[in-house]
């Protein structure tokens, strides 16, 4: 189930990259849910959006440990 919640993240956190502030709310929402393992490959994620969208730059702050 925890891969499902992963790949429903991702699902979710494309949707969402239009706006800056509601993704850096589901990236928030994502560290608290997801295991440990998986926040490294949502780092990986995020940096392939942020190339494509500059402003999502600033929910990296969230993935810091």
Do not use: G
């Not at 706006?19 to 850096?24: G, N, Q, Y």
């Not at 608290?32 to 702050?61: D, Y």
């Amino acid at each position: 189930m925890a891969r499902a919640m992963f790949e429903y993240t991702k699902t979710v956190l494309k949707k969402v990259s239009f706006d800056a502030t509601l993704f850096c709310r589901e990236v928030e929402k994502a560290v608290k849910r997801l295991l440990p393992h998986e926040l490294e490959e949502l780092r990986i994620f995020i940096l392939s959006l942020i190339n494509q969208n500059p402003e999502l730059n600033k929910s990296l702050i969230y993935l810091k440990a």
